[in-house]
């Protein structure tokens, strides 16, 4: 059901060990009633944030798509806003880095843990809607695009 249950004081913590038990039916019944529902995905997307510290590094040539927004904690820099909504268009890596001065890794860290949360997903060059050209490149072009994604948004 892609679905977890967790407390509502629930704090982000390293995991050291991991204990597996196997629940019956009341137990999982009282589970589901004591605790608060949360989508798996979006729920995994802010833990492997802010525990996360080495990813692998992609190719910076590759487009990306977001399937689904995540959706963010308070301690997700406002950087990532800005590559989600460029990501929702398709883009790659080095486009985003270099129009919106927005660290690589920062981007890297971003599409490693959309790809496990499944939040995202590789396209083709040709499907991608988001590309800066030179010419086109001005502060009026980037704030009009990020004014109309405000306002898609509602924020």
């Avoid at 629930?10 to 137990?27: C, G, R, V, Y």
Wanted: charged share 20%; glycine share 2%; with cysteine.
């Amino acid at each position: 059901m892609h679905e977890i249950w967790i407390q509502d004081d629930f704090k982000f913590q390293p995991i050291h060990s991991l204990n597996i038990e196997a629940l019956n039916f009341d137990q999982v019944v009282n589970l589901r009633q004591q605790k608060k529902r949360h989508d798996l995905s979006l729920w995994l997307w802010n833990y492997l944030w802010s525990n996360l510290q080495n990813v692998s590094k992609f190719d910076h040539s590759s487009y990306y798509k977001l399937k689904y927004w995540p959706q963010y904690s308070k301690n997700v820099p406002k950087e990532t806003l800005k590559i989600s909504s460029c990501f929702q268009h398709g883009a790659n890596i080095s486009t985003i880095s270099k129009n919106l001065n927005i660290n690589p890794e920062l981007i890297n860290k971003f599409i490693y843990i959309a790809l496990a949360c499944d939040l995202i997903q590789e396209i083709p060059a040709h499907e991608a809607k988001l590309k800066f050209n030179n010419e086109d490149n001005t502060p009026s072009t980037l704030r009009s695009f990020f004014s109309k994604m405000r306002k898609k948004l509602g924020i």
